[in-house]
């Protein structure tokens, strides 16, 4: 399945309707993805299931022991002063409760370590899994929405292991068990249970289907109000420099109140579901009792054994509330787990290759043979595009917004596949390349200048984790970033804060230019990395640069012309296409596109 087609399915769980079809396909891969989880975990399973089962039998037993004593053993005390069945009934009575506590403990702690276990696998499953998705699907899904996998979805599944599903399975076998004792005490009994097993069946069945779709949309208005909050909190600049606020307080609250309209439908569905059951419970126990009592009067019951049917039949229905409480996290669950699912459904749109070619010392030479691109089939970005890039030649590419020059970039990183055509990285495809040898050979720096939690050491290693502080100052100083982080309160040693609060713009784009330089690639891409930085810093990052890209190949993007002048090459793109092709003083002194960029540009410097 392409990552097209799986993304556009992903964006669909967001919907509350789904045709028959959809669900079934939705149940399934999740069915599947609960499966591979509790594969291997079979045997503490096994060992659960037979502790819970052992535990239920004897919290059952209690009634039949009463209806034994009641009927057999203190007739036996009375008539004969026999003490030996009341105190044999009176043992097992309290054998039996202590069993039931014991083990149902031991169950508890035993089931606990298998949800965790399963929690743990998930959450790291869904990780790495959204980790090696290609850059294609993190364009596509909105980090809001990563974000509500990865916390309310996977705590919803966490509510169900950690007591849902304690819920159901001690409630169904409560009521099985109940029911076995029930019709073994009295068959005539447990054909009254039976008959009102039919309402039980007709309210459960209505409330399933009537939950599954409102339990959905609870998942769907949850996901939208922590998806608005995140991008308004991670774009919170934005939102206040154009003056947001108020169009966020309306956008939030219609976001919560249909949140809020869709927790009062499951609120109402309960307020019916909840006094139903109650009164088809008490509508048995009012029918065994009366039933009994005329059988017990005409001889063909005893008294005890009429107190215990009236207790399994009171007792038979104590779970189905609870049940229904967990059908509520179970609908909650089943939903965060199909979106989940969803996810880990993915496949990366630029996969890793199955027979990988090493290529340990790149000298970075780059062909484009016939490369065509479009983004998710839309319309062509680059059709049918050729480049011959020398190795160690410093290339600048210039030209209009859209015109096709970060989506080259993308290509020679290999964020992004050719639809057709090849990209060769000393005559290697990129497709066939290893994958550590080609984050070792090609480096691109953003106009995005990200940095980590971390001191500004950790950041800059980042471009080679092993490297000695000697080796990162080197870095450092080469770059022109040496002398701002030596004035910063702990120098190198310095925590950024998150996402580089500490630095200013400028600095975190020095920062990772030292990043680069210690990465040493043979193929480093500038992508508008000095749009953030003011004149005096870009005059200083200038001489670095001199320095960063000798001896390697190097594709500058920028709208600053300064940064053009230490190209060898410059390539003007148009519609995806070059127009023109020279170096900077062959075309500075002609007459075409590039000419008028640079006459313009130094206009606006007088």
């Known amino acids: 399945m392409s990552t097209a087609s799986t993304t556009q399915g992903v964006r669909g769980e967001e919907r509350e309707n789904f045709t028959r079809e959809e669900s079934r396909r939705l149940r399934e891969r999740s069915r599947i993805l609960l499966a591979s989880l509790l594969a291997p975990l079979r045997v503490r399973l096994v060992i659960t299931a037979i502790i819970v089962v052992v535990s239920t039998a004897a919290q059952v037993a209690g009634p039949t022991l009463i209806a034994y004593g009641i009927d057999n053993a203190l007739p036996a005390l009375v008539k004969r ?11 097992l009575y309290l054998v ?15 089931f606990a370590r298998v949800s965790q276990s399963v929690l743990f696998d998930l959450r790291k499953r869904l990780f790495l899994h959204t980790q090696r998705l290609s850059l294609e699907f993190h364009e596509s899904y909105t980090s809001g929405r990563i974000i509500s996998r990865q916390t309310s979805d996977l705590d919803s599944i966490r509510e169900l292991f950690d007591s849902g599903i304690n819920q159901l399975v001690q409630g169904l076998l409560y009521m099985i068990f ?11 009994s447990g054909l009254v249970l039976g008959v009102a097993l039919i309402p039980l069946f007709v309210l459960t069945r209505w409330f399933q289907v009537r939950s599954a779709k409102l339990f959905r949309a609870t998942r769907v208005t949850s996901a939208r109000v922590i998806v608005h909050f995140v991008e308004t909190m991670t774009g919170m600049r934005a939102v206040q420099a154009f003056r947001k606020e108020k169009r966020n307080e ?10 809020r309209a869709a927790n009062s439908k499951v609120f109402q569905l309960f307020g ?31 008294i005890g054994a009429l107190l215990a049917v009236a207790l399994y039949a009171k007792r038979f229905f104590d779970p189905a509330e609870e049940l229904a409480v967990f059908y509520n996290g179970y609908q909650s669950a089943s939903a965060a787990l199909e979106k989940i699912s969803g996810v880990l459904e993915e496949e990366p749109s630029v996969p890793d290759p199955v ?6 010392h790149a000298r970075g030479s780059i062909d484009f043979d016939d490369v065509e691109f479009a983004y998710n089939s839309d319309a062509v970005v680059l059709p049918e595009f050729d480049l011959h890039v020398p190795s160690g030649q410093t290339i600048a590419l210039v030209g209009s917004t859209g015109a096709g020059k970060s989506t080259l970039a993308k290509l020679i990183a290999r964020f992004y596949d050719p639809t057709r055509g090849s990209i060769r990285l000393d005559g290697v495809d990129l497709r066939d390349l290893h994958p550590k040898d080609l984050r070792r050979a090609i480096v691109m720096v953003t106009q995005e200048a990200y940095l980590f939690s971390g001191t500004v050491a950790d950041n800059i290693a980042l471009g080679k984790p092993d490297a000695t502080r000697d080796e990162i100052e080197r870095a450092s100083r080469a770059v022109g970033a040496h002398e701002f982080i030596m004035a910063l309160p702990d120098g190198y040693d310095t925590d950024v804060n998150k996402r580089g609060g500490r630095v200013s713009a400028g600095q975190r784009q020095l920062l990772s230019f030292a990043r680069a330089f210690i990465a040493d690639p043979a193929v480093l891409i500038l992508d508008e990395a000095t749009a953030s930085l003011d004149i005096p810093s870009e005059r200083l990052v200038q001489e670095a640069l001199q320095t960063l890209l000798a001896d390697r190949t190097a594709l500058i993007i920028a709208h600053r012309l300064s940064t053009v002048a230490i190209a060898d090459r410059v390539l003007v793109m148009e519609y995806g296409r070059v127009v023109e092709d020279g170096s900077p003083d062959d075309l500075i002194s002609g007459t075409g596109r590039f000419a008028q960029l640079h006459a313009a540009w130094r206009d606006s410097l007088v």
């Open 81 to 91: 002063n026999d003490w030996l069945p009341t105190i044999v009934i009176v043992v």
């Open 96 to 110: 039996t409760g202590i069993v039931g506590a014991v083990l149902m403990a031991q169950y508890t702690v035993l």
């Open 178 to 188: 109940t029911a076995i004792a029930l019709v073994s005490l009295d068959a005539p």
């Open 250 to 259: 309306k956008e939030y609250g219609g976001y919560v109140e249909d949140y």
């Open 272 to 302: 019916t579901f909840d006094p139903a059951l109650v009164m088809i419970g008490n509508a048995t126990l009012a029918a065994v009792v009366l039933f009994g009592g005329f059988r017990v009067v005409g001889g063909s019951m005893e």
């Open 355 to 360: 027979r990988p070619t090493d290529l340990w």
